[in-house]
């Protein structure tokens, strides 16, 4: 059982101390005089949620810059898709721990992957001492043999060890509605709803998707997803861009979480997310990064700003998108997509925080310390990092960083030709 | 006369040595064993050019944060104006200067200014080593008292000694065709022409002021702007998001320098710039943060990645706004728009530079260091800055820094209420 003191710590615009107690926050009160395993100077920080990624495929960042600024089709077939089939469990191993670095550095403690060799991705998370909602990414393109291998993927998947299960859980995977076979689709919804696992799908991310699944089965992805009872406040769709009006009605009322990417929808020229529009009919919106490789990195400060700026242009109103909204798509409403007690600092919730430098220039003024992280901030305001009651960063050093970049430089190599 | 070695560099995929001589790149060559009174390790660093903004209005720093998500008649009205008219002269020259670091921190050796009591501006600029085209923002709103006095202080700028005649030149503002009346602008264009100086214009930013004009006058700003002869290469159009085709022709034939501010446009939802269309058509483009207060922050890194990806979205095309455009914009493009024969790491050029990390996170995998500055790189992978054969910043540390933040947060308090 451990303890940790955060003295004289800006929270709410007041200064306080804050009790940490095994892995929630026990205590916010000012003069606090109580013992604890580590005593943190609050002076010159201020405490603010940590990020919660909620969609990502982080072990990409070994293809960052490899290959920019061409259409989704050559990105894809020419470049990704052939690197992707040389990468071998320990390439995606290390690469994870990589992308999990970055994570931290940016500030999040959380992300919901979805990749290949998905056993490798917990161990990374779990030594990195972050939370993850892993999965097997499951696709057949309509194939009976390829459905076969990620039935056998998926089903050997939820028989793996969980390193971790106090920040680890596994999730399932429908990569897409035009990827995956009705079969696939059954089997993962009937094997989510057994074990009662939230659902993890790419939706509606292009307006080809949209077309092609009404052409193909007279209905949008969501109407399809929804016949096989896909649905609920357990699903997380990725993209979610291009949604009607009756889309938007059912993915309101059925909670569903709509995880909106909006670097990587830009970058790969996908389209726009409205924000304001879904928010304003009761939407429940995350934010998630995407992969490095249409992004290029995997912080979420840049994902807010863009997420915020993106709201006000599709909108032309410059009050949508608010910072505070967008900060609580990025901290609570994450935490919560996932089942995660935190996302707010406040006593009883799971200790899972950032500490800010108020003396770092993107910081100041400090009119509204919302408004300075959703629109000013970069990495360099991020001083300590905490989850789950243990300090995964501190003075903006994570321990092992070294090494972990210097084997991420030596894998790329294999990948520059 | 000083000098700087700069040993074992990485400069276009290679490693190399770098002699700067005074002020500019005497030798680049491998295995220099000249002596320099400064040799600076390059060891895991790359070299690269510095960053120009040629759109920005720096002391508004001290309101970043202030009035966020606001529509831009109730932003201006009731939270910014009305604050404008309490700074004093010393605030803008502290405001100015806390700017600069920021732009420093984050690459940035020249910013192209349009504000008042400038030639404080001119001062701060001087004190950090910057090169800057400062300006007083000339405006009258249609009335004749204002105007004289519009005119009188433009001539007193004009009167005012440089500091600094190396690195700062004086330019000429017409704040817009909305706020400028024809005697104000022919004023300004022809001391402008008499003086030789280059022109800063506000121009085409929003419908509104595209669709009044055409109202009032029978033509478009640019045209209208034409009609004085205030366009040449000498005259920076910042925003320019408005712009027909007939505009588009105009603008390309006389080489006008057409500033981009993606963050600004979108943060008050004016609308969005036809970045390639405009490159195709032979228009000449640069870069720019606007003020903080329409941002947040003065980061050309951040300012790059949104041009790059509001680029894509607005052409549909993912292919559109390369990151080797945005990075030329940027850099080069910003220098040669106001004289400055610096941009390029070349021998004979003015030493601007920047030395990056290569050990920083963001920056690995480096397959593409370019794409790597525009789409992932944040401040963290900044170590050195160096302005005119000066280091101004170095190990991420500027020479007074704690001072001028300190300075900052007890002026920005005045303006808490």
């Given at each position: 059982?451990?303890?940790?003191?955060?003295?004289?710590?800006?929270?709410?615009?007041?200064?306080?101390?804050?009790?940490?107690?095994?892995?929630?926050?026990?205590?916010?009160?000012?003069?606090?005089?109580?013992?604890?395993?580590?005593?943190?100077?609050?002076?010159?920080?201020?405490?603010?949620?940590?990020?919660?990624?909620?969609?990502?495929?982080?072990a990409?960042?070994i293809?960052?810059?490899?290959?920019?600024?061409?259409?989704?089709?050559?990105?894809?077939?020419?470049?990704?898709?052939?690197?992707?089939?040389?990468?071998?469990?320990?390439?995606?191993y290390?690469?994870?721990?990589?992308?999990?670095?970055?994570?931290?550095?940016?500030?999040?403690?959380?992300?919901?992957?979805?990749?290949?060799?998905?056993?490798?991705?917990?161990?990374?998370?779990?030594?990195?001492?972050?939370?993850?909602?892993?999965s097997?990414?499951?696709?057949?393109?309509?194939?009976?043999?390829?459905?076969?291998?990620?039935?056998?993927?998926?089903?050997?998947?939820?028989?793996?060890?969980?390193?971790?299960?106090?920040?680890?859980?596994?999730?399932?995977?429908?990569?897409?509605?035009?990827?995956?076979?009705?079969?696939?689709?059954?089997?993962?919804?009937e094997?989510?709803?057994?074990?009662?696992?939230?659902?993890?799908?790419?939706?509606?991310?292009?307006?080809?998707e949209?077309?092609?699944?009404?052409?193909?089965?007279?209905?949008?992805?969501?109407?399809?997803?929804?016949?096989?009872?896909a649905?609920?406040d357990?699903?997380?769709?990725?993209?979610?861009?291009?949604?009607?009006?009756?889309?938007?009605?059912?993915?309101?009322?059925?909670?569903?979480?709509?995880c909106?990417?909006?670097?990587?929808?830009?970058?790969?020229?996908?389209?726009?997310f409205?924000?304001?529009?879904?928010?304003?009919?009761?939407?429940?919106?995350?934010?998630?990064?995407?992969?490095?490789?249409?992004?290029n990195?995997?912080?979420?400060?840049?994902?807010?700003?863009?997420?915020?700026?993106?709201?006000?242009?599709?909108s032309?109103?410059?009050?949508?998108?608010?910072?505070e909204?967008?900060?609580?798509?990025?901290?609570?409403?994450?935490?919560?997509?996932?089942?995660?007690?935190?996302?707010?600092?406040?006593?009883?919730?799971?200790?899972?925080?950032?500490?800010?430098?108020?003396?770092?220039?993107?910081?100041?003024?400090?009119?509204?310390?919302?408004?300075?992280?959703?629109?000013?901030?970069?990495?360099?305001?991020?001083?300590?990092?905490?989850?789950?009651?243990?300090?995964?960063?501190?003075?903006?050093?994570?321990?092992?960083?070294?090494?972990?970049?210097?084997?991420?430089?030596?894998?790329?190599?294999?990948?520059?030709?």
């Amino acid at each position: 059982m451990s303890s940790i003191l955060i003295k004289n710590i800006i929270h709410n615009q007041e200064k306080t101390d804050i009790l940490i107690k095994d892995n929630v926050f026990s205590k916010i009160a000012s003069n606090q005089d109580t013992s604890a395993d580590i005593i943190i100077n609050g002076d010159g920080k201020a405490i603010l949620p940590a990020f919660y990624n909620t969609h990502t495929h982080a072990a990409m960042n070994i293809f960052r810059g490899i290959s920019d600024d061409k259409d989704l089709f050559s990105w894809l077939n020419n470049d990704i898709w052939p690197r992707e089939a040389r990468l071998t469990e320990d390439m995606i191993y290390h690469a994870t721990k990589f992308s999990i670095l970055e994570m931290i550095k940016t500030g999040t403690v959380f992300f919901a992957d979805m990749y290949f060799e998905s056993h490798k991705i917990l161990q990374a998370a779990a030594e990195m001492g972050v939370r993850v909602a892993a999965s097997y990414g499951a696709m057949d393109l309509f194939d009976e043999e390829r459905r076969k291998q990620a039935i056998l993927k998926t089903q050997n998947f939820l028989d793996t060890p969980n390193p971790n299960p106090q920040l680890a859980t596994k999730v399932l995977t429908i990569h897409a509605v035009y990827s995956s076979s009705p079969e696939l689709i059954k089997f993962i919804v009937e094997t989510a709803h057994q074990h009662n696992l939230h659902l993890h799908i790419h939706a509606c991310e292009t307006q080809k998707e949209v077309d092609d699944c009404i052409k193909q089965n007279g209905c949008t992805p969501i109407e399809y997803l929804d016949r096989f009872g896909a649905l609920s406040d357990k699903t997380i769709l990725a993209h979610s861009v291009f949604l009607n009006d009756n889309d938007i009605k059912i993915l309101a009322q059925k909670k569903v979480r709509l995880c909106t990417n909006p670097v990587s929808n830009y970058k790969l020229a996908s389209g726009v997310f409205q924000f304001q529009k879904l928010l304003n009919s009761g939407c429940f919106i995350t934010l998630g990064t995407d992969g490095a490789a249409s992004n290029n990195n995997l912080s979420m400060l840049e994902e807010m700003k863009l997420c915020a700026l993106s709201a006000k242009i599709q909108s032309m109103d410059p009050t949508a998108g608010s910072a505070e909204d967008v900060f609580k798509i990025a901290t609570q409403n994450g935490a919560e997509a996932f089942g995660i007690n935190a996302g707010v600092i406040a006593e009883g919730k799971l200790a899972d925080c950032i500490l800010v430098d108020l003396d770092n220039h993107f910081l100041v003024p400090n009119y509204n310390l919302i408004s300075n992280m959703v629109y000013s901030a970069d990495s360099s305001c991020i001083d300590t990092v905490i989850c789950n009651g243990n300090i995964i960063m501190q003075n903006k050093h994570v321990n092992g960083e070294e090494e972990i970049i210097t084997k991420m430089k030596e894998l790329s190599s294999e990948f520059k030709n």
